[in-house]
């Protein structure tokens, strides 16, 4: 299709420059704001996902507070580093007293292996294995130990750089719950404008539905895999603690950390099992009974979640579950709430689309005489 007059060809191709200049400069200054926020972006997610989490219980404690959220936010932070940054530094402490006694043990040949007992030979698959290499330690640990120098050396990397890893977690964790304490303080103007967001992109009504939905999903996997991973690392320390089993700070952490990857926590019951079995001086009583109870923790997870796991969203259990998976594979720990979200958004609004179809093509439909 040509154009012959030239006044409105000149206009069409001015508007068509001016248009794709505006484009040009939108785009480069969407670039330019990323890139400046990208060195924030993980502790501002953080925030976003510690703030709408915590929003409901900051609201309880500003309303006995006379309607103070700044107070409230406040008092929020402070609980929070002291229940988080407390028991972290104590384990950092306690870690590092340990392992330079074991240091000062190695080097002065003084550590002490206890000789494995008879039974742990007869345990299925690893017993036979486990037992020589056990004995072979107590006798002389320094020749064990130089026939597994590769791989105690390759243990050791991992071990520094997961510790180093989880360190900085914290720390990240950290500065966004003072993050999350500033949000949560403006948490009305921020909810208001979130909305307005969600309303631009999706429509009125289904920008609601879209600001529901995240905020619940959010909320449902911080309860359903955080939540239920204290829980667990609650219990399977308390297990610890009351069976003797050395460590048992360190043990319940590293369950905690096993819960939120999503692992089970069987990886590290059944070595300490083995441990009350093999090692320790309990009775057999006491043995049967901190064992069913370690099992039944180790499987809490799986009761737990079903009920706390999507709990007042309006997408399916397996749908949060899967995405909050995807997600974590695909993008870390931050995956966990990003992939749930995405997930149960793109469902609501596929099956939006499937019932909005299903509602138009009602009328056309007739009912089938049964033959």
């Not at 248009?19 to 939108?26: D, E, F, Q």
């Not at 709990?311 to 966990?336: K, Q, W």
Request: include cysteine; hydrophobic fraction near 55%.
């Amino acid at each position: 299709m040509s154009i012959d007059n030239p006044e409105l060809r000149q206009q069409i191709n001015q508007d068509l420059v001016q248009a794709m200049v505006r484009v040009g400069l939108i785009a480069l200054v969407a670039f330019a704001c990323l890139r400046i926020f990208s060195p924030f972006a993980g502790i501002m997610l953080w925030a976003l996902i510690l703030a709408v989490t915590l929003y409901p219980l900051h609201q309880r404690l500003a309303n006995k507070m006379g309607g103070s959220q700044g107070r409230a936010s406040t008092m929020m932070v402070l609980l929070g580093l002291v229940i988080v940054g407390v028991p972290v530094v104590a384990l950092g402490m306690s870690f590092t007293e340990y392992a330079h006694a074991v240091y000062i043990n190695f080097k002065n040949d003084t550590i002490i292996v206890p000789t494995p007992s008879a039974s742990v030979a007869e345990w299925p698959i690893i017993g036979e294995n486990l037992y020589q290499f056990w004995q072979s330690a107590a006798a002389n640990l320094e020749e064990t130990l130089t026939a597994i120098k590769p791989q105690l050396i390759e243990g050791m990397r991992w071990a520094i750089a997961a510790t180093a890893g989880t360190l900085g977690t914290v720390i990240l964790f950290l500065a966004a719950l003072i993050v999350a304490g500033i949000m949560m303080a403006y948490g009305a103007s921020g909810a208001r404008a979130s909305q307005r967001i969600c309303r631009t992109l999706s429509g009125r009504t289904r920008g609601d539905e879209v600001y529901t939905l995240t905020t619940a999903t959010v909320r449902s996997v911080a309860s359903g895999v955080i939540g239920v991973a204290f829980i667990q690392a609650i219990l399977l320390g308390v297990g610890f603690l009351f069976a003797g089993v050395p460590g048992a700070g360190i043990l319940a952490i590293v369950t905690l950390l096993m819960g939120i990857l999503q692992l089970p926590a069987l990886i590290l019951t059944l070595p300490v099992i083995a441990y009350l079995w093999g090692v320790s001086d309990g009775g057999t009583v006491s043995n049967v009974v901190w064992s069913v109870y370690l099992i039944v923790a180790g499987f809490s997870d799986g009761i737990l979640k079903p009920i706390l796991l999507g709990r007042g969203v309006d997408a399916p259990m397996p749908v949060i579950l899967i995405g909050a998976l995807g997600g974590m594979v695909t993008l870390g720990l931050l995956g966990l709430f990003i992939g749930a979200v995405f997930l149960a958004v793109g469902y609501r609004l596929f099956m939006s689309w499937v019932d909005h179809a299903n509602d138009d093509g009602a009328e056309d439909q007739q009912e089938v005489p049964n033959q």
